[in-house]
């Protein structure tokens, strides 16, 4: 659907968006993860068309013979079929009929107008003869989400890209809206992005996870990510302090640049993680670190079980089976012992950077 | 002070039975208010539009001149227009004055900074999230600036209400430009201060109370289109 090339996009307070090479493909569902700050709205506002890239390509419709160049009049076209909620959604200053009906008005579409807002209203959970007259001023925060969700599905665009859709939403409309674009995605093979804090919710949604760091796509999947600072030990690994005393250890990466030593970034794979309830003794680990189970999440069809699990400021995600989390009694609240390998941590982009 | 409760009861009854005067006075002030309400807003509006909405080199310049006019005194005004449509003006040729499109053109001129201002700032007030909010839902250029006109109606509204404001309670400009001539060019306002100066209290109250009258029926139109909207 999109081939990125280079991406760049600067701000002025030093923040970059840098995406070598990214590749989207159709149908699939993307999920964008990472602090605030990390690139995630950014890049989706690029590949919506809201946002000119600095430096790269972005090529839309890229599977196809005739992949789009990015030209002002490819933009006009590319957002007739790509559509995005945006993070702090607006509603324009008329009903909820109206501002449902926008999108289509504005593509020409004037035909069964009414049933297929008040489809579009029940598809966000909203009854479509209480909400469909009411003003813009006599929604609640979350209704207005799903008010400006309403008016992008009943787009049926080939890529729906939503920013932080649950922000302000319970945790009933939040599995509402889960349903919902499942559901328009297998009925259109709809391409989503989609950027959130919740990643609980997002598995349920997304084939695939990409985790943003400081404007790169720095990993995929259930990878925790280790920021630093990380400084050299006599021994020869790397460590990085926590503010509680323990330290995560890693082997040294093989091409070392000094400088940028406290700019290094390790990924932890979740699954590379053991997880115990008394310290284990007689192990080669170099990381045994103390915490507290946070959160526990099942999924419906999996056998893997997520773990959240707080060690110091650093809040790490495991992925244990089942059955292993029956046999070790875990529930929210107890300590637990989190171990891994130094060789488990893998470095990423600390070449990166060489001149700015 | 008995004279004042007096001015009120005759002025209430030249009003019950349709006093000759007043109400030439009265249609008088509603024609040229109209007119000059209307060309203001067909001029200011799409003015006013580009100056809220669009970035171009010298707008703040050009915003802080239109933002001085709005302090613009009527006599002034009245003098300017009074130079360009008298005999020997440039304008001369066109009889502007003593006539009732003579007080337009000038009342046009006052209170166009008013609308140009109000609907800049109606339209450069709109929410950040706005464009980016119709851009993803697929509106082209045009689109969005019709539709940011659209969303800032109730300034646009408000200005306009200001502007009438301004129009009919201006002396000025009516007595300079239309002469205050019996039956012909006399506002409610120039009629007023006439009245008033020969002691006439019965008939400027009267009129008086027709203004209040007027002004309390634009806006109370104006509060109805807000609830239906």
Not at chain 1, 258 to 270: G, I, M, R, Y
Not at chain 2, 82 to 93: H, Q, S
Request: glycine residues 8%; charged residues 20%; positive net charge.
């Amino acid at each position: 659907m999109y081939e990125i090339q280079n991406l760049k996009r600067r701000y002025g307070d030093g923040f970059t968006l840098d995406i070598p090479s990214l590749a989207i493909e159709k149908g699939k569902a993307y999920g964008f993860v990472g602090p605030n700050g990390s690139g995630k709205s950014t890049l989706l506002r690029i590949l919506a068309s809201l946002d000119e890239p600095d430096g790269g390509r972005v090529l839309f419709h890229a599977e196809t013979a005739q992949p789009r160049e990015p030209s002002r009049q490819s933009k006009q076209q590319d957002r007739a079929l790509v559509t995005m909620l945006l993070q702090e959604p607006y509603l324009l200053k008329r009903s909820v009929f109206e501002n449902i009906a926008y999108g289509l008005r504005v593509r020409g579409i004037r035909r069964s107008l009414r049933s297929r807002v008040h489809e579009a209203l029940m598809m966000v959970g909203l009854e479509p003869h209480t909400f469909s007259h009411r003003k813009w001023s006599e929604l609640s925060g979350g209704e207005a989400q799903r008010v400006a969700l309403a008016a992008r599905l009943i787009l049926t665009p080939e890529v729906l890209i939503l920013d932080e859709p649950t922000a302000s939403v319970d945790r009933v409309s939040a599995q509402l809206i889960r349903e919902t674009i499942r559901t328009i995605r297998h009925a259109h093979n709809t391409t989503l992005l989609i950027a959130s804090h919740d990643t609980t919710w997002l598995h349920g949604v997304c084939d695939e996870i990409l985790k943003m760091q400081e404007g790169r796509i720095v990993g995929s999947g259930e990878e925790n990510i280790f920021t630093g600072p990380w400084l050299p030990a006599p021994d020869g690994l790397w460590e990085m302090n926590l503010s509680d005393g323990q330290r995560i250890r890693a082997l040294p990466p093989s091409e070392m640049i000094p400088h940028l030593t406290e700019n290094a970034v390790a990924l932890l794979d979740s699954t590379s993680i053991i997880v115990t309830t008394e310290r284990p003794d007689h192990v080669s680990a170099q990381n045994i670190l103390s915490g507290m189970l946070a959160h526990l999440y099942t999924f419906k069809h999996s056998e893997r079980v997520k773990l959240d699990i707080q060690v110091a400021e650093l809040p790490m995600t495991c992925n244990i089976t089942r059955a292993a989390a029956r046999s070790l009694g875990l529930l929210p609240g107890l300590d637990v012992w989190v171990v891994f390998k130094a060789s488990s941590l893998s470095w990423q982009w600390v070449e990166i950077g060489i001149g700015e | 002070m008995d004279y004042i409760a007096e001015g009120f009861i005759t002025a209430l009854k030249l009003l019950a039975r349709g006093d000759p005067e007043t109400y030439s006075a009265f249609f008088t002030t509603l024609r040229v208010s109209s007119i000059s309400i209307l060309a203001s807003m067909v001029m200011g509006i799409p003015l006013g539009f580009a100056l809220g909405y669009y970035s171009f080199p010298g707008k703040r310049q050009i915003r802080a001149v239109v933002d001085t006019l709005l302090a613009l005194p009527t006599v002034v005004v009245g003098l300017f227009v009074y130079a360009l449509v008298t005999r020997r003006g440039p304008l001369g040729i066109l009889g502007l004055l003593f006539t009732i499109p003579g007080i337009a053109v000038a009342q046009t001129i006052l209170i166009l900074p008013i609308v140009i201002s109000l609907t800049a700032t109606a339209v450069s007030n709109l929410d950040v999230r706005f464009r980016r909010t119709v851009s993803t839902l697929g509106a082209g250029s045009k689109r969005t600036a019709l539709t940011a006109i659209y969303e800032s109606r109730f300034g646009v509204l408000a200005a306009a209400v200001t502007a009438y404001g301004r129009v009919i309670g201006e002396v000025g400009v009516s007595m300079m430009i239309g002469g205050n001539i019996k039956w012909h060019t006399r506002t409610i306002t120039t009629a007023i201060a006439l009245e008033t100066g020969k002691g006439q209290f019965a008939m400027g109250i009267a009129l008086g109370l027709v203004l209040l009258l007027l002004a309390f029926v634009v806006n109370w139109i104006l509060q109805i289109v807000r609830r239906v909207r």
